[in-house]
């Protein structure tokens, strides 16, 4: 019986409608003729490149002449090539994300309090933005040489003079298609979306006398913004976690002026349990032709991840020494000298992220895969064997090969034991990865994990199995 996983890899809100989960594992789509119509890779690894005596990375940003900048703790600094830290200034707020973007000349730096500091590109001068039309912002964009930002807790954003940081106090302008406060004023294809609590709606600029932008009629969401951390952009599309009169937590995206859903139900279910959500941040990138929208929750200690080119989503976690899953390492991601770098968000540490690296910075990655329910109408199965179809043969000597499995005859409730196979070594490519005598189930989910820090993959299975006694 082939078994190829072409289902969600979450757990439904009932384990008896799926019992899955893909954790740091993601997937594509086979060619046209495959024996499996999907196959998982191990998501990128991390490598530790760069360290300092600050602990907490809050944003990286790559300027547009090329250099790395970022917060780390609470002060501002240039990541210079070799890794190594040139501190440039001290930002008041402590542990909130912070924003960074710049016009050519000059970054600007906000992080949702009424505070924000400016860096000199030529320069490297720092200084906090003193004007008194400046109140801060949740965060922040640009479009056609104007700085966009919303004013916290109030229906307004307001703007940059052209190619400037600084301001007129009449350059500003309301979200006004409902009574809701603005979250964050975010831009694509040169439109702005105004992201409020509730609802959201549509910019553009107009070219207009007193005020440049001006809303599009018609172009208005039924969904707010539950945090604007979880706001990232990529390949045209905003990605947000959205709230709303009726609920919260969907993770959506905008589509022309409207939006489309991403998250399942499993998932929003699972958003929905937990104790806190309006601390999430999320950031895109791309690799391998995958866009991924990553989306943290600090409290839940979660990180999902929405596959853009697959329209699936994956857990990414870190293996603690206490065996626990926890967040995934990063908690800002720049791309930089076309290396993916990415900051800590308890350390100093900074990252490359690379798909030819199985580690995280040397910890152990544990990937894990469940599959579907098996059964037989209800009746006994016998199960003989599973084959795992995976690639083999690619482990050092010496170097942990180990692939294990567990399986459910509760329906996800609980697991046996870990009986344990070998991926086996290199070179050893008619290695068979496979389990036998494994008894009988009326209903049986299987599980497949392994730690090998070397190049795997996972296509499903084949279980040899025939009916039992009833």
Same mark, same amino acid.
């Given at each position: !019986?082939?078994?190829p996983l072409?289902? *969600?890899a979450?757990q ?28 998982h890779?191990?998501t990128?690894?991390?490598k530790?490149?760069?360290?300092s ?7 990286l ?5 090329g250099?790395?900048?970022?917060v780390v ?8 090539t ?23 000349t ?5 992080? +949702?309090?009424p ?5 000199d ?12 039309? $400046?109140y *801060? ?12 930002? =919303? ?6 954003f307001?703007?940059s ?10 350059? $500003?302008a309301?979200k006004? *298609? ?8 975010r ?14 709606e549509v910019?553009?600029n107009?070219? +207009? ?15 707010g913004?539950v ?8 390949d +045209?599309?905003l990605?947000w ?10 993770i959506?995206?905008t ?7 991403i998250?399942? $139900?499993?998932l929003? =279910?699972?958003?929905?349990g937990?104790?806190?959500i309006?601390?999430?941040f ?11 929208y990553?989306l943290t929750?600090?409290?839940?200690n979660?990180? %999902? ?24 390492r990063a ?13 800590d ?7 490359e ?14 990937r894990?895969?469940s $599959? ?9 199965? !016998? ?5 795992g179809? !995976?690639?083999p ?5 010496d ?7 567990r399986y459910?005859?509760?329906?996800g ?16 490519h ?11 189930a ?7 994990? %392994?730690?090998?820090a ?5 296509? *499903?299975?084949f279980?040899r199995?025939?009916?039992g006694?009833?």
């Open positions: !019986m082939k078994t072409i289902t *969600g979450y439904a809100r009932s384990l008896i409608a799926a019992a899955q989960r893909c954790i740091n594992l993601y997937v594509e789509k086979a060619p046209e003729g495959e024996d499996f119509p999907t196959t890779y191990p990128p690894g991390l530790q490149v760069g360290d005596i600050f602990k907490g990375w809050r944003c940003y790559t300027s547009t002449d250099r790395l900048f970022g703790a609470q002060t501002a600094v240039e990541v210079l070799d890794y190594t830290l040139k501190v440039l200034g001290s930002i008041a707020s402590v542990g909130v994300p912070c924003h960074m973007l710049d016009n050519g000059t970054i600007v730096i906000v992080d +949702g309090t505070a924000g500091y400016t860096i590109l030529a320069t490297d001068a720092f200084a906090e933005i003193t004007d008194p039309a $400046f *801060g912002s949740n965060g922040i964009d640009l479009v056609d040489g104007y700085f966009l930002f =919303n004013r916290p807790d109030t229906q307004q307001y703007i003079l052209l190619n400037q940081v600084a301001f007129d106090a009449l350059d $500003f309301s006004s *298609g409902a009574p809701d406060n603005l979250v964050t004023a831009a694509t294809k040169r439109n702005v979306f105004l992201f409020g609590e509730n609802t959201t910019w553009t107009t070219g +207009g006398s007193n005020f440049t932008f001006s809303r599009l009629s018609g172009a208005f969401i039924q969904f913004c945090t604007a951390n979880s706001v990232a952009q990529a +045209g599309s990605y976690l959205s709230r709303s009169p009726e609920g919260q937590a969907m959506l995206r589509v022309s002026y409207d939006r489309e859903r998250s399942t $139900f499993a929003e =279910n699972e958003i929905q937990y104790a806190k309006d601390d999430a999320g950031y895109v990138h791309q690799m391998m032709g995958h866009y991924w990553v929750f600090p409290t839940a979660k990180t %999902w991840v929405y596959d853009v080119a697959s329209n699936e989503w994956h857990e990414r976690a870190y293996l603690e020494e206490n065996g626990q899953f926890s967040r995934h908690a800002c991601f720049s791309l930089w000298r076309r290396k993916h770098v990415m900051g968000y308890a350390t100093g540490f900074l990252y992220m690379d798909p030819d690296v199985y580690t995280d910075a040397g910890n152990e990655i544990r894990i895969r $599959f579907p329910h098996m059964s037989d109408n209800g009746n006994r199965v !016998m199960y003989h064997e599973f084959q179809v !995976m690639e043969g690619k482990a050092d000597e170097a942990p090969n180990e692939v294990r499995l459910s005859d509760t329906q409730e609980s697991w046996s034991g870990y009986i344990s196979s070998s991926l086996g070594e290199r070179g050893d008619y290695k068979d990865v496979r389990w036998t005598r494994l008894g009988y009326r209903s049986r989910v299987f599980e497949v994990s %392994w730690s090998a070397a190049k795997t993959a996972l296509k *499903g299975a279980v199995a025939t009916p006694k009833t």
